[in-house]
């Protein structure tokens, strides 16, 4: 059985056999040059058909390669990882390797993104093979890519990715105009977007209300990010009408990026919907918010909801109170009021007192803004 080892580096780690290292860093070299060359191949050489007796493995990695030669794949590369380069023994005759695989998508992603993997490698001779990979951390977020068979659209700009009976072209169609959309309405964005639409039951889709902006961090748990991604779940989406205000929502969500990172919740998602719905008629926006809004003898709205609360049981509502609420701030000055709010937010940092500093900008504490968006709202001829 080949010697298994602590994590390289550590104090503890125990020796290495130097033909077994320069084995296993041999296998990272082919499997790099045969993504790198599009060599499925050789690629797919690099398995223990031994350990494949159902021929699952074979059928995933053909799959995996099949859907990367399909992505505009760059800065692919396969390294030891941080834990080390012997980890543990698996069973008789394996050995457990950490892994670290790195890609970007190029024209979409800021940086490369590393997925630390754990394989289970055998040994042939002075070669080792492959015979199981598996995430090395249980919070880390898989790829459409990883999971199943993609289709891939692209369009200026645009980089769409579909599972498996996801109508591509109508939903490749649609994010191609709430990009366009959301441009007219932020100059400062350059349209450039990564579109997943998966069903849900694989796991990649979005985790709430059929979309959702997805973070790809350079590193699991690093903090810094490499891209991200705007993850759909088809089923999810009820109606074209739904469809386009989502899509336009989420986009600008990723439109204005750091922009809102230190600006409160309402703040934050009121603007995202407020161009979404940019170029529907006042009037209509006002009937939205009075359709959530409380009525005459019900409880009325105090404030504006704070942090995780805001997505609690009242979602709807304040949903539409932030949006009436943005709206309100633009009335004059237009979108760009939002964005120098933000700006104001983003500059006193995560510390800062937010009533005050929204005192400071709008003349208003947050339960005096709603008050204020609320009586703009009732003296509208078009409210309720």
């Known amino acids: 059985m080949a010697r298994p080892a602590a994590a390289e580096g550590s104090a503890h780690a125990a020796a290495v056999e130097p033909d077994l290292r320069s084995a296993v860093l041999r296998l990272l070299a082919d499997r790099e040059d045969a993504l790198r060359r599009g060599d499925r191949t050789a690629f797919l050489a690099t398995l223990d058909p031994d350990a494949d007796a159902d021929g699952r493995l074979a059928r995933t990695q053909a799959r995996w390669f099949d859907n990367l030669a399909r992505l505009p794949a760059a800065d692919i590369s396969y390294s030891v990882g941080d834990q080390g380069l012997l980890a543990s023994a698996a069973e008789e005759g394996t050995t457990q390797v950490v892994v670290d695989f790195t890609m970007r998508l190029a024209g979409f992603d800021a940086h490369p993104a590393t997925r630390p993997m754990v394989w289970t490698v055998t040994r042939d001779g002075d070669r080792v093979l492959l015979a199981g990979e598996r995430s090395a951390r249980a919070d880390q977020v898989r790829e459409p890519w990883d999971v199943s068979s993609i289709d891939v659209r692209r369009s200026p700009g645009l980089l769409g990715v579909f599972g498996a009976g996801v109508s591509a072209d109508a939903l490749m169609a649609a994010a191609s105009r709430a990009r366009d959309h959301v441009r ?201």
């Open 184 to 384: 007219a309405q932020l100059g400062r964005w350059d349209g450039r977007a990564v579109v997943y639409a998966v069903s849900g039951a694989d796991g990649t889709g979005p985790d709430h209300a059929g979309a959702q902006v997805r973070v790809v961090p350079r590193r699991p748990g690093s903090g810094r990010v490499a891209g991200q991604r705007l993850a759909l779940d088809p089923d999810l989406l009820d109606g074209p009408l739904a469809r386009d205000l989502t899509l336009r929502h989420e986009m600008a969500h990723l439109a204005l990026g750091t922009l809102d990172d230190h600006s409160p919740v309402w703040l934050i998602e009121g603007a995202a919907e407020l161009v979404a719905r940019a170029d529907v008629p006042l009037a209509t926006r006002l009937a939205l918010a009075g359709s959530a809004l409380p009525g005459p003898g019900e409880e009325p709205v105090v404030g504006l909801p704070r942090g995780a609360e805001f997505y609690g049981s009242d979602a709807g509502t304040n949903y539409e109170l932030a949006t009436l609420v943005c709206d309100y701030l633009a009335r004059d000055r237009g979108l760009p009021a939002l964005w120098d709010l933000m700006r104001a937010y983003r500059q006193a940092g995560a510390d800062a007192d937010t009533d005050r500093l929204l005192l400071a900008e709008t003349g208003h504490d947050s339960e005096g803004l709603a008050s204020a968006a609320l009586a703009w709202f009732n003296e509208h001829p078009n409210a309720g």
